[in-house]
T-cell receptor, first 114, second 112 residues
Framework: AQKVTQAQTEISVVEKEDVTLDCVYETRDTTYYLFWYKQPPSGELVFLIRRNSFDEQNEISGRYSWNFQKSTSSFNFTITASQVVDSAVYFCALSEETGGKLIFGQGTELSVKP | DTEVTQTPKHLVMGMTNKKSLKCEQH?????MYWYKQKAKKPPELMFVYSYEKLSINESVPSRFSPECPNSSLLNLHLHALQPEDSALYLCASNMWFGEKLFFGSGTQLSVL
């Protein structure tokens, strides 16, 4: 069965600090997809990134970067030079190729203080 | 149009009421989803429709009844709910399994 673990429940940083959110997943499929979503206090789920299991290249988008390591079943997310607007709950999620389920981790609540 | 639209945004209902939540997308997506999210928790999958047919029911109580009248519309019919069913109900859609999910802004439901 698929499972996503985000061990960090809450993280608090001061603005301009770098912060890494951890995500570990379990699946028996060889083809799967990993996602990060952001949920600000307003409640909507904002898509950040999708990765398939065959693409282990790290990705950078502005202040955001993602490190995908199949060997450790991890898909970690780093925010560089954090800002107050980054305060939100961040969810890592996993979808296997068959079935259609997108399963979320428990989420990490990030608080960035000025 | 890259939106998933959910109505109503807020709903208060009594335990004997019947109400419906509505979700609409015009992106040509073939899969549509209902998720339930309690405060401080992740979204939990309830139902998945693929090509207008129910493909996944995550053992949801029968007081929740989904319906997919056409490829753009998804409804969730509510009847005899309990106070513990109070939550944010999220609709989502995508083209194929494994693709990015587009989420609506949700219906905040309170059952009194």
């Amino acid at each position: 069965a698929q499972k996503v673990t985000q061990a960090q429940t809450e993280i608090s940083v001061v603005e301009k600090e770098d912060v890494t959110l951890d995500c570990v997943y379990e699946t028996r499929d060889t083809t799967y997809y990993l996602f990060w979503y952001k949920q600000p206090p307003s409640g909507e789920l904002v898509f950040l990134i999708r990765r398939n299991s065959f693409d282990e290249q790290n990705e950078i988008s502005g202040r955001y970067s993602w490190n995908f390591q199949k060997s450790t079943s991890s898909f970690n997310f780093t925010i560089t030079a954090s800002q107050v607007v980054d305060s939100a709950v961040y969810f890592c999620a996993l979808s296997e190729e068959t079935g259609g389920k997108l399963i979320f981790g428990q989420g990490t609540e990030l608080s960035v203080k000025p | 149009d890259t939106e998933v639209t959910q109505t109503p945004k807020h709903l208060v209902m009594g335990m004997t009421n019947k109400k419906s939540l509505k979700c609409e997308q015009h992106m040509g997506h073939r899969a549509m989803y209902w998720y339930k999210q309690k405060a401080k928790k992740p979204p939990e999958l309830m139902f998945v429709y693929s090509y207008e047919k129910l493909s996944i029911n995550e053992s949801v109580p029968s007081r929740f009844s989904p319906e997919c009248p056409n490829s753009s519309l998804l409804n969730l019919h509510l009847h005899a709910l309990q106070p513990e069913d109070s939550a944010l109900y999220l609709c989502a859609s995508n083209m194929w399994f494994g693709e990015k999910l587009f989420f609506g802004s949700g219906t905040q439901l309170s059952v009194l």
